[in-house]
């Protein structure tokens, strides 16, 4: 977070000179101290926020795949209405055990067309898929491995 105050300053100031560099030291050091003192802010933090943006990163990639593959079998349904489908309610339940993590699977199935989920109650997620073959594996998906990985990161 200091490098990050320190470049940010760099950049807004639109100079770097040995006098703008040295406020930005002195600047971002006070904000970076004030952030550790009075938000809850440590170099910890950093620490696991760094070692995590990979993690987040392939996420996204992944999340995006997973988008973009659901779309073609969604669109299959939608321009083929004789074919047959079967929508089903899916109950599962996964080892996930923060919030954070529950909510952003919950927000990625329903993000994915053909997929929407309904509830999540302690951990019980209920989903409503288009159709059978979009309701496999849902509960021991990328999405939740990689989720899981996050959290072992974060603890």
Same mark, same amino acid.
């Given at each position: 977070? $200091?490098?990050? %105050? #320190? !470049?940010?300053?760099?950049?807004?100031?639109?100079?770097?000179?040995?006098?703008? /560099?040295?406020?930005? =030291?002195?600047?971002?050091?006070?904000?970076?101290?004030?952030?550790?003192?009075?938000?809850?802010?440590?170099?910890?933090?950093?620490?696991?926020?760094?070692?995590?943006?990979?993690?987040?990163?392939?996420? $996204?990639?992944? %999340? #995006? !795949?997973?988008?973009?593959?659901?779309?073609?079998?969604?669109?299959?349904?939608? /321009?083929?209405?004789? =074919?047959?489908?079967?929508?089903?309610?899916?109950?599962?339940?996964?080892?996930?055990?923060?919030?954070?993590?529950?909510?952003?699977?919950?927000?990625?199935?329903?993000?994915?067309?053909?997929?929407?989920?309904?509830?999540?109650?302690?951990?019980?997620?209920?989903?409503?898929?288009?159709?059978?073959?979009?309701?496999?594996?849902?509960?021991?998906?990328?999405?939740?491995?990689?989720?899981?990985?996050?959290?072992?990161?974060?603890?």
């Amino acid at each position: 977070m $200091f490098l990050f %105050l #320190l !470049a940010l300053w760099l950049v807004f100031n639109g100079r770097v000179t040995a006098e703008t /560099v040295l406020l930005g =030291l002195l600047f971002a050091a006070a904000i970076f101290a004030f952030m550790c003192r009075f938000m809850d802010y440590s170099l910890e933090k950093d620490r696991k926020a760094i070692r995590l943006a990979p993690l987040v990163v392939r996420y $996204f990639f992944v %999340l #995006l !795949a997973e988008i973009v593959k659901s779309t073609f079998t969604a669109c299959r349904f939608i /321009v083929s209405p004789t =074919l047959p489908h079967d929508p089903l309610l899916v109950k599962f339940r996964t080892p996930l055990s923060t919030d954070v993590a529950r909510v952003t699977l919950a927000n990625s199935i329903t993000l994915t067309p053909g997929t929407i989920t309904v509830s999540l109650d302690d951990g019980t997620y209920t989903v409503h898929c288009l159709d059978k073959s979009m309701a496999e594996g849902i509960e021991s998906s990328r999405f939740v491995q990689l989720l899981l990985r996050m959290e072992e990161v974060t603890r």
